[in-house]
Every structure is written in C-alpha cells, then in structure tokens.
C-alpha cells in the first residue's frame, strides 16, 4: 500500500521531467492505475494535473502541456466505450468541474499563440499538437451526455472548431504522402467532434450546422487528395455529412439534383475508386485485405465512408440519389468497354457503387437482407457480372475478379437459384487462380452459397446437382491449398468441409485421393498446429468423408482406420495437445461404425484413456467422454 501510494504522488511529477516518447510511456501508466484508482481513491490526481497545466501555461511551456494533455487524454477515452452507468456520469461530472474551464481558457490561448507565431514551424508543431490533444479530450467528455457546460459554451468552442477547420497553413502541411500532419490531424478530430455533435446532440447543434456543411463540403473538394495522408480526415469529414444527410430535417441542404450530383462527382465516386496504395495491400498483404474487405473490418476506410454517406442520403432521397448514381455507374462501365486493359478501375468503382445503392441492409452471416427496389440485381448481374465471371483466364485483372465474386456473395440471397447453380463452374474455376484473394473469395463464395436456408427444408443444393462439378471443385480446392501463402487457408478448408456436406455419398469416389491428400495436410499442420480455424475444418472434413463413406459401405471403416491410425499415433505419441480431441472424436466415431469384433487397436487404446495425465486438460473431456463410450458399448 506505501509502494502504491508512493508511486501515485510522484508519477505526475516524474512524467513532466521526461521528454515526450518517455512522457507517453508514463502517462499510459497512469491511465492504467486511473482504471481503477481514480477519482476515489485517488482525488489528488486531476487537481494536479489541473495545477500543472496552468503552471505550464503560465510560462508557454507547452512540452509540459503535452505531457499532460495525453495524461488527460489517456484516462478520459475509456469514457467512449463504458457502458452507461451513475458512477460513470457522477465520474466524468467531477471531471468537467475540475478540468472543462482551464481547459477552455487552454484552448483560446493556443489558438491564440498559434496566430502569433504563424511563422515559426517548430512552435506549430507543438501547438497544433496540443489542439489535437484538446480536440480529443473534448470528444471524450462529451461522449456520452452533453454536459452543461459544454452546452453553455457550445459557442465558443464550435467557433474556433470552424476556424480550425477552415485554417490553412503551408508550414503544417505534411511532406509524406502517407504520414497526417498536425493540421490534418487536428481537422480530421474536429469532423469527428463535430459529427458527434450531429449524431447525438443534432437540436442544441444546429444553430451551427450549416456553416460546418460548408467547410466540410470545401475540405473534401478543395483541400484533401487521395493520398494516404488524408485518409482518416476524408473519413471523418464524409462520416459528418452523412450523420447530417441521414436527418429529414436537413434534407434542404441536399435535395437540390445539383448537389446531389456534385456529392455523386466530387466525393462519392473520387472516394470509392481503388487506389494504388488499395493494389499494393491487394498484392503484398493479402490477408489483410480480406480482413478488411470481407470480415467487416474496413470502419475506417475511404470506401465504407462513401458507402455510409450514399446509404444516408438514400434515406432521404433514394429515389432521386439512384437515378443520379445509376448514371455514374453507366458512365463509369463505358469507360471500361472503352479500354478494359487501362480502365478496370472504372469497373471495379461501378461494381461498389452499384452494390451501395442496392444494399439497403446486411449482415457478415446473410449478405444483404434488404435491397433498393430501384436496382435491378439479376440484370446487372447478368449483364456484367457474369461476364467478369466467366472469362476464360482466372488471372487477369484480379481485382476485378474479387469484386464480381463479393458482389455474388453480398446478393446471393436475391439471385435466382439457376443463377446461383450456374455460379458453381466460375466459381470452381477460380479457386485455380494465383492469386490469393481471388482463390479466397472463390472459396468464400462457394461456401457462402452453400449455406443458403432451403425454403423447402434441407440443403441449398443437392449432391445431384453438385456433381457435375464436383471433381473439379475438390480438385481446385486442394490445388489452392498448396499454393504459397495458401497451404493453410481458413476459406478454402471452410469451403471444402462444406462441399463435402453437401454432396455427401456423391464424394465416394473420390474418397481415395481426398484420403491421400487429408492425410498429407495432417501430417504437415500436426509438426506446428497454428491456426485453429483451418485445424477444425480440416478434422471436420475427415470427419465427414468417413460418414458418408461408411453410411453406404460399412466395411470401408477399415480402410480409414489403416490409413489414419498411423498419423494418429504419432499425434498420441508426441502429444500434439491441439489435435488430441479431433484424435478421439475420429476414433470414438471409426469404432461406433465398426462391426464386431472390435479390433486390437481399440483395446491396446483403451488402458490409455485411463491415465490421469490425459483428464488433467479439460479441452480434451467431451471426445474422451465420447472415445470410452465407444469403447463400453
């Protein structure tokens, strides 16, 4: 308890002393003990900050300010993400008492120093950094509620938030094509200040809401570019005109067709188009861009930005924003047919757009639920998907590839079945591509489409109808898995355990290779198990081969187990602990299908299962369970 109380009267003071990459490392220290310390067991905190900062402040000593500034920063944004609760109001309340005016009379001052030394580049640096750090704080104490004072002097600061956001300055203008710069930064968390204030406080914010559309609306198409450096600023500033846009009580700042088109030509569509940052990541990091494209984690993207303001805007006015944007989209596949070699991003810009004006609602597990009426899906589909699909070299223009398979995935649930079936050959096709996103997407699609719910009751589609291109389906799927950078591919095992559901005893002849190649990648994955996902899905396959087989051929079950019990000893044997209960699951199910007698092998198993060494991992339990059950009967 002394060490702990030490620590907390001299962290402040020692974090001050240090310089700013040491004063980080302290002030996240101090937010970590603030977690659970602060403010009641430990009141002293923000009055010293409080006391530090306009000592600080005093003298323009702002590397100090800085120091604390973060310090606030760090313990005030947990504020953004708890739940609601009276200890955590009567919390940030004690917290506006003591911090909301120094930090008012802080933020005037800056701005006012900023002014004065207008011409000094090292002084702007700090400065703007300190606003940024203000700028956050604000949006941290205003997250949950609005506080009254922030709503008694809403006008003071949304005036200096304008003039931030409409200040131009060579000297804090980044060189880098790929790093913010103080500016930048600054302005990219007044939009998301600002878009907060829209969202959740749009009545006591609205007196200042037009003269924000318009800087906003003159920072997209005057100040920003495509460059990396200002993609989280052009995120934040679209994400604030569509909190606005998605109010019918704003609608007249949109409804013009001529703003409509403008936000359509100058902010949609720039900001939709695949960039080459967008290949570079598409070419080197792969999974990375599958996780940001397919798993939904893409939030803070230029393309989600434009998607959410479309979507907003199609609220309001979707019949007029469909018409326009249909255009685009027409225009845009022109460009293409014009010169498909040089213009697939056109394309590939017409295949977003057309997917965000016709998805009105959707879900990671179901695509879309809900689509515009206004787009006809099946004939887009039809006319240029299909298409893109069936072009006889899986390898050109990938990217384009990748869209038209997404678009079939997003929409599969408002496509006719006869669509979907023929899909199957494409898509198979595919998954023999080189290129590691496409074969993914291949896979995800297959899957996907699989899994889609009968209205009539059982499967999506048949073992029949699967079989014509069903050996070239596990061909393709086993021939992606040795590709590099592919030989342990969640996608294509999912997509794989899946086809095999589906087409059942259809697969029985081809069992024989399928158990050559299972046995292979088990092998392989047992000297290093790393990715659960892929693990379960692969036990899963053998799993279900063995079934299926035996469903139909009941004496099969001793070919699998001459051919798996070696593989599975060596797993025993070296105590591979993540594939121990896929071990005893396949064997609890081999000896549940084997006619009497029981063999040998089963026996000389069954003095194992009894040490205690093998009940100690709990993981293990339920398939041990299941293995000595077989056993017994």
Wanted: glycine share 4%; charged share 20%; proline share 5%.
């Amino acid at each position: 308890a002394d060490d702990r109380a030490a620590i907390k009267s001299n962290i402040v003071g020692l974090m001050l002393s240090l310089p700013a990459k040491l004063q980080k490392q302290l002030s996240d220290a101090i937010s970590i003990i603030g977690k659970s310390d602060f403010p009641a067991l430990w009141p002293e905190l923000l009055p010293e900050l409080v006391r530090s900062m306009e000592e600080s402040n005093a003298c323009n000593n702002f590397d100090k300010i800085n120091g604390i500034l973060q310090t606030a920063h760090s313990l005030f944004k947990r504020y953004r993400h708890e739940f609601r609760s009276d200890n955590l109001f009567t919390e940030i309340k004690y917290a506006i008492a003591k911090l909301a005016t120094p930090l008012t009379l802080l933020f005037k001052g800056t701005i006012e120093l900023a002014g004065k030394h207008a011409n000094d580049p090292r002084a702007l640096q700090v400065l703007f950094g300190s606003m940024v750090l203000i700028s956050k704080i604000f949006y941290s104490l205003n997250y949950q509620d609005l506080p009254e004072f922030f709503e008694d002097n809403m006008e003071i600061w949304m005036d200096h938030f304008h003039q931030l956001l409409t200040t131009n300055n060579k000297l804090l203008e980044s060189d880098s094509e790929d790093e913010a710069g103080p500016l930048e930064r600054l302005k990219s968390q007044i939009c998301d200040n600002i878009a907060l204030y829209a969202h959740k406080y749009d009545e006591e914010f609205q007196p200042h809401l037009p003269k924000f559309v318009e800087a906003t609306w003159n920072l997209l198409v005057n100040q920003t570019t495509l460059q990396v450096k200002h993609d989280l600023l052009v995120c934040n500033a679209i994400q604030f005109l569509a909190s606005v846009a998605a109010h019918d009580k704003y609608k007249g700042l949109f409804e013009s067709e001529g703003t409509l088109t403008t936000i359509c030509q100058n902010v949609v569509v720039p900001n939709m188009q695949f960039r080459d940052v967008d290949e570079e990541q598409f070419e080197d990091n792969p999974e990375e861009y599958i996780r940001r494209d397919i798993e939904g984690s893409d939030v803070d993207t230029r393309r989600r930005a434009a998607c959410d303001l479309v979507h907003s805007l199609c609220k309001v006015f979707e019949g007029p924003v469909t018409a326009i944007f249909k255009q685009y989209v027409a225009s845009l596949q022109q460009e293409y047919r014009a010169d498909p070699t040089k213009n697939w991003r056109s394309m590939d810009t017409a295949i977003y757009l057309i997917s965000t004006l016709a998805s009105k609602a959707k879900t990671e597990k179901h695509g879309a639920t809900k689509t515009n009426h206004l787009v006809d899906l099946t004939e887009f589909f039809s006319t240029t998907i299909a298409e893109l699909l069936q072009a006889p070299d899986v390898n050109d223009k990938p990217v384009l590839k990748a869209a038209a398979i997404k678009f079939l995935v997003t929409f599969r649930q408002h496509l006719p079945r006869s669509v979907l079936l023929a899909a199957f050959n494409p898509l198979a096709a595919h998954l023999a591509s080189t290129c590691i996103v496409v074969h993914t997407y291949a896979a995800h699609g297959i899957e996907r489409v699989l899994m889609l719910p009968n209205p009539h009751g059982g499967a999506p589609f048949t073992g029949v109808e699967l079989e014509p291109v069903l050996k070239v389906l596990l061909g393709n799927m086993f021939a992606a898995l040795r590709m590099p950078g592919s030989q342990e591919n969640d996608y294509v095992m999912k997509a794989l355990m899946r086809t095999l559901s589906a087409a059942r005893d259809n697969i029985i002849p081809y069992v024989p290779d399928l158990l050559v190649q299972f046995k292979e990648k088990v092998t392989i994955v047992a000297k290093n198990p790393s990715k659960p996902n892929f693990n379960h899905y692969l036990f899963e396959c053998i799993s279900g081969m063995i079934r299926f087989t035996c469903q139909k051929d009941v004496a099969a079950v001793a070919h699998f187990e001459s051919e798996l019990f070696p593989i599975f000893q060596l797993i025993l044997q070296n105590d591979v602990l993540e594939f121990l209960p896929y071990v005893f699951q396949i064997l609890s199910l081999t000896l549940e299908l084997h006619p009497a007698p029981v063999p040998s092998a089963y026996m000389e198993l069954f003095p194992l299962l009894l040490l205690p060494v093998l009940w100690d991992r709990q993981g293990k339990h339920s398939s041990m369970v299941g293995q000595r059950g077989a056993d017994l009967q």
